[in-house]
């Protein structure tokens, strides 16, 4: 059986629109991968977006990959909406379709991968999501003109069993060309 990496992102605002900061953890195996990054200006939304693009990108080929977040908007758009958006060109019959090129980046990426999605409560307790909250955080106080470099690192044991959490495929995606 092919093993699952484990995705977990946040993104964060100070102020909405304001400056933002987002993180992931990639968890494969035995090692971690951490990616951060921030806007000067920006919405908690593009941040939680942005966090999900950046690990799906940072993969190096077609991977079966879990992405758990604890944005609703991010988790509703791809199992969910994301199959109308896409279909009229991301945008909506009524209304304004928010960010709709950060949404086509993002089912760009998706359907690179074999791609679940999961949602969790955040400020829960959940612990991979809440380091993901102090790289995002960390970030909003950041120069954001500093290089960002990932990190890599492997991990030596774990505190205790991380709980299954149920995830959804990525819904139908339509891309225009």
Not at 14 to 35: A, E, S
Request: proline share 4%; hydrophobic share 40%; with cysteine.
């Amino acid at each position: 059986m092919t093993e699952i990496v484990e995705m977990y992102t946040d993104g964060a605002c100070r102020g909405n629109p304001g400056k933002g900061g987002w993180g992931v953890l990639l968890r494969y195996g035995d090692v971690d991968k951490t990616l951060y990054g921030g806007e000067l200006m920006s919405t908690n939304n593009r941040m939680e977006m942005t966090a999900a693009m950046a690990g799906l990108n940072a993969l190096t080929g077609p991977t079966k990959v879990t992405v758990v977040t604890d944005s609703e908007y991010v988790f509703n758009g791809m199992t969910n909406w994301i199959t109308k958006w896409s279909g009229l060109g991301f945008s909506k019959k009524k209304g304004t379709l928010l960010n709709p090129g950060l949404w086509r980046a993002l089912a760009e990426a998706s359907l690179a991968h074999q791609t679940s999605w999961a949602w969790t409560r955040g400020h829960s307790g959940v612990q991979l999501n809440e380091r993901c909250d102090v790289l995002a955080s960390t970030m909003i106080d950041a120069r954001h003109s500093d290089p960002v470099t990932p990190s890599h690192k492997a991990r030596t044991a774990r505190a205790a069993s991380l709980p299954s959490i149920a995830a959804t495929k990525t819904a139908g995606i339509w891309l225009p060309a």
